[in-house]
């Protein structure tokens, strides 16, 4: 299979980062945006305003308009809410592929209320046609770090080893290494799981305690996000690849995530809405809490860690209950 053309919903930090890594590659690369203040600011500067010296490459070209994104590709990467991605691919996509069956790479994380879909599971069942062509790319990578040409390894997983190769293949290339993977559920699941732990990492940050306190957190997590992954069909050596354990390493622990930075704003004692608003960008961790919380009572899973940030999360309760959760129950009720 030969691909020239390829499309990228979204145009925040990563799927830009995205984007210009491939139009380095020689690719032909459409960057599609929702927002019209992004998009013109894309447009007229050149460049993205919230990426450090980022100028956009000339393989790139920006468009607001799906169908025109959609024109003539090889292959579709999204790097949009999860939220958005099923009503996306049954009111935009579905109408333009008309039956044609395109690969699909997704850089979004999250687990669907309810259903527990992952995102991969979420845009097969809406566009069947591409059933065994999708792909998810999850990993330690912060966006910004990757801009900058910071060496990065990220995981791309899918039931198609021969796919994965020839993706692998594409997106290979300096600052970022792919690792293939046969545990496409593993990975998201892993994906989706690390960034409620993340959630958790700063909910102790905003509390006041320190790395130790943290380090402990994420130990015992990782059992955690090990039994959601093997309820959910996934291998068990998953949660301790560059999807599992290494996502929640960068995840938790660094001041620029989204997620961690949220929970920091709920351990100081802000709200969910507070938070939301002060961290302005999407923390998608928010998107997964309810899931894995259900998905955990519908297996009788042992997660206390994860069950504490939902009850902040979703209950409102004080940031205390995440250290008795850690077993610290003579702490205070901050």
Known sequence: MKITNIT??????????????????????RLWEYNEQLLHALKTMGRHPNIPNFKLHDNIRLTGSVAEAMQNTDLIIFVISSKAIRAFCREQLKPL?????VPVISA????????????CEII??????????VCAFSGPSFALEVAQNVPTKIMLAGPDAALVKELTQLLNGDPIIVVPSNDRRGVEYGGGVKNVIAIGCGVIDGIGDGANTKAALITQSMQEMNDIITS?????????????????????????????RLGEKL???????????????????????QSVYDIARKNNLHTPILDAIWQLVCQGQKPCVLLHALGFTNRGNK
């Open 108 to 119: 979004s994380k999250g687990i669907e209320d309810k259903t527990f879909k992952t995102i």
């Open 232 to 260: 959910q069909g996934g291998q068990a050596g998953t949660v301790y690849s560059l999807a599992g354990f290494g996502d929640a390493i960068l995840t938790g622990m660094s001041a620029i995530s989204r997620n961690r």
């Open 8 to 29: 990228v919903f979204g145009a925040g930090i990563w799927g830009s980062v995205i984007a210009q890594h491939l139009a380095r590659k020689n690719y032909q690369v």
């Open 97 to 101: 592929l008309a039956g044609r069956a």
């Open 267 to 289: 351990g100081a004692g802000l709200s969910l809405e507070e938070a939301k608003k002060e961290v302005g960008t999407i923390a998608e961790g928010v998107n997964s809490v």
């Open 124 to 133: 097969e069942e809406e566009l069947p046609q591409c059933k065994g062509k």
